[in-house]
Nanobody
Framework: QVQLVESGGGLVQAGGSLRLSCAGS????????MGWFRQAPGKEREFVAA???????LYADSVKGRFTISRDNAKNTVYLQMNSLRPEDTAVYYC??????????????????WGQGTQVTVSS
């Protein structure tokens, strides 16, 4: 059974940086594309970034140029480096495994085995 644990969230001022980590266990981590999504209060969960098995990446337009997704298969971990944070980036951030295909995807329903989430709060 796939298990994902996110960490690295916290409170940061606008313009600051955070690095989120998502550690996986229970599956062959390197065989799967991975994704980060976020959910703000009262809003639907939305795509942030994804990375394929080979390292190809996709980003939401709202984070492109500010966020970087990467993976370390030896450590079974995917990262989300977040720079130039804005108050509108405030949300619970979730990582997930793509369960419907091999490449990076923006589609929420392509992903399963969600982590518990980590809170990111950006103050103005």
């Amino acid at each position: 059974q796939v298990q994902l644990v996110e960490s690295g969230g916290g409170l940061v001022q606008a313009g600051g940086s955070l690095r989120l980590s998502c550690a996986g266990s229970g599956h062959t981590f390197s065989s799967y594309a991975m994704g980060w999504f976020r959910q703000a209060p009262g809003k639907e969960r939305e795509f942030v970034a994804a990375i394929s098995r080979s390292g190809s990446t996709l980003y939401a337009d709202s984070v492109k140029g500010r966020f970087t997704i990467s993976r370390d298969n030896a450590k079974n971990t995917v990262y989300l480096q977040m720079n130039s944070l804005r108050p509108e980036d405030t949300a619970v951030y979730y990582c997930a495994v793509r369960t419907t295909g091999l490449g990076a995807s923006r589609t929420l329903t392509d992903f399963g085995s969600w982590g518990q989430g980590t809170q990111v709060t950006v103050s103005s």
